[in-house]
């Protein structure tokens, strides 16, 4: 099937009557849930995309005419398939962009234009698409989680969301929820900061103490809370 029909990027396979208790699974994990859930979405769906890709002539033009994925979601799909898939599915992208370089150029005095127009960008990737629909609908979902007392405390025992989803989530939630959402991520990012400082200690002293897992991997969770996951994060993507 191909992963593109409307089951897949213009309603991500993420159904909303999804209960309570995936949220607290969710919340069960490391990392900003938000960002966790989007990635789970992009990596499912590259990986389908890849094998499509692969096998799919139908597939392969469609992906040649849009251009394929912006860059960033390119050395996604990459790294998600096969070396043989990817020379399968890529030839009719670089052939259909070669035909387009050789037609006539325009009356333009700014030849740079034509080539411009063949970079794929945000605004038309359909991956990026698929994170700003995964993304609205998981921060709805989770918006609507912690208006329920019974969330909090599950929510105070996580990594809680990074700032990003957190300024996604002040705009959602009730004037109560939002100052105990402000409260968590202070918390949070202060034990971030002293684990941090105690990993370096330790590995300053010359017989210190052992590090445990919390100190080791400390400085990936500063680096989510501050700039969300490496694999979500689309700067470029205009919220509507």
């Not at 089951?7 to 991500?12: A, G, L, M």
Request: one cysteine or more.
């Amino acid at each position: 099937m191909h992963p593109d029909n409307k089951n897949s990027y213009e309603k991500p396979a993420d159904p909303a009557v999804q209960q309570e208790n995936d949220i607290m699974e969710d919340l069960r994990k490391s990392g900003c849930p938000v960002c966790n859930h989007m990635e789970e979405a992009v990596f499912d769906y590259l990986a389908k995309w890849q094998y499509v890709l692969a096998n799919d002539e139908a597939a392969q033009r469609e992906y040649a005419a849009e251009l394929g994925f912006c860059p960033a979601h390119t050395w996604l799909l990459a790294a998600v398939a096969s070396t043989r898939g990817l020379s399968r599915g890529y030839p009719k992208l670089l052939e259909y962009i070669a035909d387009e370089l050789l037609k006539p150029i325009d009356a333009s005095p700014i030849l740079s234009i034509n080539v411009s127009a063949l970079v794929k960008d945000a605004e038309s990737c359909r991956v990026c698409r698929l994170l700003h629909d995964t993304e609205d609908m998981y921060t709805r979902r989770l918006a609507t989680f912690l208006e329920q007392r019974d969330a909090h405390e599950a929510y105070a025992r996580s990594d809680g969301a990074c700032l990003r989803h957190v300024s996604l989530l002040v705009s959602l939630v009730s004037r109560e929820i939002v100052q105990f959402l402000l409260s968590e991520t202070a918390r949070h990012l202060k034990e971030v900061a002293d684990n941090m400082r105690r990993y370096v200690l330790k590995r300053e002293a010359l017989k210190g103490d052992p590090l445990n897992r919390v100190e080791m991997y400390a400085y990936l969770r500063a680096m989510v809370y501050i700039a969300g996951a490496r694999n979500v994060y689309a700067p470029h993507i205009r919220r509507i």
